[in-house]
């Protein structure tokens, strides 16, 4: 890895540690270990900073198949690099004895406070600037798609964008991310990164267009297909309208 790669993400670290920290204390102090097994008693703050410890040394393992290198823009890689740490968060959370679908619910609850804040952040603007939903909307994912979702193509995210009427339509066929957490399992078997990745990365669009649109209602996403589910695209529909009955994909 280059030196400019190494200062990212040393920067990177620098960053997100503190983000990380205040997320995963806010979400598991007192959170059972097992809800099946409730005698096994609760997150303690010494558990969170033990596991905090475990996951940052876990996401020093995965970070050399992240190959951020070859990747075209700084804003894919540190989409990349944030994959690396909540693939090594599931990992250590398994490692512990939490049972892998809990594991997942915890890693999700952890990674939403993270990504809930950046939404905030990148939306402000366009919140201030206009009260309609769709063109908050609009003008977010524009931002996001320049950093840090640029497109230049595989390895890279690849992507086609448009808006029709009140809604903006975003096809991604290339998902770095998702990409590196095949990588993962080819390597090291599965159990089961893709289905945390799928629960948390993939699952947060719903509740994040609705804080992009910030209108205090449901319902401004819909996508019929996902490449963490072996498809070909992620086919995203971002409604400036919100519609009831929108419920993620099984």
Excluded at 29 to 53: A, C, M, V
Excluded at 170 to 184: K, L, S
Aim: with cysteine; proline share 6%.
């Amino acid at each position: 890895m280059n030196l400019a790669n190494r200062t990212y993400i040393a920067a990177c670290k620098m960053i997100y540690r503190p983000v990380f920290r205040r997320s995963a204390r806010q979400i598991l102090k007192g959170r059972l270990f097992d809800l099946t097994q409730p005698e096994k008693g609760r997150w303690l703050e010494s558990d969170i900073n033990d596991y905090l410890r475990q996951t940052w040394a876990r996401s020093e393992q995965l970070m050399p198949m992240a190959e951020l290198d070859t990747l075209p823009t700084y804003g894919n890689r540190q989409t990349v690099f944030l994959a690396v740490i909540t693939t090594a968060a599931y990992q250590v959370m398994i490692s512990r004895g939490v049972p892998s679908e809990y594991a997942r619910t915890l890693v999700a609850d952890v990674g939403w406070k993270v990504y809930n804040w950046m939404l905030t952040a990148v939306s402000i603007p366009f919140r201030v600037t206009s009260r309609d939903p769709a063109i908050r909307i609009a003008r977010t994912l524009r931002a996001l798609m320049v950093f840090p979702f640029s497109a230049p193509g595989p390895p890279g995210y690849t992507v086609k964008a448009w808006t029709e009427g009140g809604n903006t339509y975003t096809y991604w066929t290339h998902c770095p991310p998702q990409t590196f957490v095949r990588r993962v399992i080819e390597r090291h078997g599965d159990h089961g990164e893709l289905d945390a990745f799928f629960q948390s990365w993939c699952l947060y669009d719903w509740p994040g267009a609705d804080v992009i649109a910030s209108d205090g209602q449901h319902g401004h996403y819909s996508r019929p297909h996902t490449l963490s589910r072996d498809d070909s695209v992620c086919d995203m529909c971002w409604h400036g309208c919100a519609r009831t009955g929108e419920a993620p994909e099984a």
